[in-house]
């Protein structure tokens, strides 16, 4: 058996249940990992304290359920009653919620450790905090859940949440190479996740399979606990969306390789044209996002402005100065856009598109472009990052699988058997 905490969820949940592996032997092998790592990687910014008697006794409390033995890594910007919650930003730098956010909560229930809490940006936006690209020290590991992405990459933990208002889960996902999965909007709780955007903020997690993805939705929201099998080989739709331009040649290879492995192995693979007016959400995203920002971070704006960073000052004013019939707009676009999705989604199963214009770009300086993630994110579909591609330099490059929105069993059912060949 490989290393425990290199094992993916769904064989670690194998193995402790076959009495293979204890979960105190996860634990200690997922801190000696961060240990031995996380001066490099610097995916945590806090982790309390795991020593023998303090592991024991959570190990102990956890419940029989889905996760149970199981460490989660928690995003910062998610409410831990017992760990502070700093939303990566200087304003919360003592900030300790007085209770868990939802999702925290049902892991515990469910049986999961909280191991601790991972680097966010700012508030889930732009400015980056410390954490690098665990295959390359002087890359970004993309951002906002660039701590969470990192920590799985590199086997700190099997399981770490992340959230997603432009392309905070499926951007860090590829560049570090392991599973996204982005729900759709509104499918999973967010009482106690820092908003950034409410018409857009989505949860979502990291992990190395996509079988891994519904243990957690078993924890959330009681959904079946094994993968759906797929009735008949999917029919996939090979998307290049509007901004093909923007993807280089290795996301290229990526998405077109894929694609033809997936018909290779006996899936209907047909070229899918997005409708009007998709062609002007990206943009519309933009404003949505804008204008929701300075309405939810209103009293950081306020009260700490002299404490934020110039690129959530930016994206605050931005929101300012969009009025309300600009904003209504830009829904109503989004609105029909869901519409026209409907009829494509009746011809093809999934799209297969890229999730990000290529490698992680060098420089801890951003955390990379959305470009790929935010029409998607506005029209609420749920999406996975696929990885198994490497780039010219040698970094990931995964593709990105989106489902019919408030069908993501359905996705994660085609997911499961498209991940098996398409590397």
């Known amino acids: 058996m490989k290393p425990a905490n290199e094992l993916t969820a769904s064989e670690a949940r194998a193995a402790l249940d076959q009495g293979r592996l204890d979960a105190s032997e996860l634990l200690n092998a997922c801190l000696a990992r961060i240990q031995a790592r996380d001066d490099a990687v610097g995916a945590w910014c806090h982790l309390p304290d795991h020593s023998a008697d303090h592991g024991a006794t959570a190990i102990q409390e956890t419940q029989s359920g889905p996760l149970s033995g199981l460490p989660v890594g ?4 998610i409410d831990t009653v017992d760990m502070p919650t700093t939303y990566g930003s200087a304003a919360y730098g003592d900030h300790q919620p007085d209770i868990d956010a939802a999702c925290v909560a049902l892991v515990r229930a469910a049986g999961g450790i ?3 809490k991972t680097v966010s940006t700012e508030f889930a936006y732009f400015q980056p905090g410390k954490t690098s690209n665990p295959h390359n020290a002087a ?7 660039s701590g969470s992405a990192a920590a799985v990459a590199d086997f700190m933990v099997p399981f770490a949440f992340g959230t997603q208002t432009g392309g905070s889960v499926i951007r860090p996902a590829t560049y570090c190479g392991v599973v996204g999965y982005k729900a759709s909007y509104g499918a999973l709780p967010l009482y106690g996740v820092k908003a950034l955007s409410h018409d857009l903020d989505t949860l ?3 992990c190395r399979e996509v079988a891994d993805i519904h243990l957690m939705r078993a924890a959330l929201v009681n959904a079946p606990l094994a993968p759906e099998t797929a009735d008949a080989k999917p029919r996939v739709g090979l998307c290049r969306t509007h ?3 923007q993807a280089d040649q290795d996301s290229r290879a990526a998405v077109l390789g894929a694609a033809k492995c997936l018909e290779k ?20 995203q933009k404003i949505v996002m804008a204008q929701n920002a300075a309405r939810d971070l209103a009293f950081e704006y306020n009260h700490h402005r002299d404490l934020l960073s110039s690129h959530i000052i930016a994206l605050i004013e931005a929101g300012m100065a969009v009025d309300f019939a600009t904003y209504q707009a830009a829904l109503l676009d989004a609105a029909e856009g869901r519409h026209k999705l409907q009829s494509v989604f009746r011809e093809v199963d999934v799209l297969l598109c890229p999730s990000a214009p290529g490698e992680a770009p060098e420089g801890l300086g951003g955390t990379g472009d959305p470009v790929f993630n935010r029409v998607w994110t506005l029209l609420g579909n749920p999406c996975v990052n696929l990885p198994g591609h490497l780039g010219g330099k040698g970094l990931p490059v995964g593709v990105q699988a989106v489902g019919a929105l408030g069908q993501d069993e359905k996705l994660l059912a085609h997911c ?3 991940e098996r060949r398409i590397v």
């Open 416 to 418: 499961h058997w498209m």
């Open 114 to 116: 909280v191991m601790g």
């Open 204 to 206: 979502g997690w990291f």
């Open 243 to 245: 901004e093909w331009y």
């Open 265 to 284: 192995a006996g899936a209907e693979v047909v070229d899918v044209d997005l409708p009007t007016p998709i062609d002007r959400l990206l943009e519309q």
């Open 74 to 77: 928690i995003k910062d910007i």
């Open 139 to 145: 890359h970004t590991p993309g951002g906002s859940s």
